[in-house]
């Protein structure tokens, strides 16, 4: 059987197009600040406000596909509360408005996910892919 591997640019520009293609075709929408959006599920119950606590599911990603960080095939969600300072601006901005169950795909620029200290497989300038899954508000 005969495999074929991809190079490291050709890996990149399948991503690019993707992306652009996602945007293209209306799914992916912008807010204000620069956060590109795109709800891929939505939820039920009350929408997520400033100040409560939620369990989220998540998975971190360069645009180029390569995994930062994951929760999402786990059983622990991640508790956060919403505007305060345990996220950054690009979750906390995503997380305002979900429901419970809701899928969230964002596109996150620099600006929205600096931090102060950074892990070392996250660099400090690169916009970030993050899906979220809102599991519970508490």
Do not use: W
Not at 10 to 39: D, E, F, N, R
Not at 61 to 90: C, D, H, M
């Amino acid at each position: 059987m005969h495999k074929t591997h991809l190079s490291s640019p050709t890996v990149k520009l399948l991503a690019l197009a993707l992306l652009l293609l996602s945007c293209s075709t209306g799914k992916m929408k912008q807010s204000p600040s620069g956060l590109q959006y795109s709800i891929l599920k939505k939820g039920n119950g009350p929408k997520a406000k400033t100040g409560q606590e939620i369990l989220l599911f998540e998975t971190t990603s360069y645009r180029t596909g390569q995994v930062l960080y994951s929760n999402e095939n786990t059983t622990t969600p991640v508790k956060v509360l919403i505007g305060g300072n345990q996220a950054t601006k690009a979750v906390d901005e995503a997380l305002l408005g979900m429901q419970e169950g809701e899928i969230k795909q964002i596109i996150a620029p620099p600006y929205l996910v600096k931090r102060k200290e950074y892990p070392s497989n996250v660099h400090p300038d690169s916009a970030l892919v993050i899906k979220m899954i809102l599991h519970k508000i508490l």
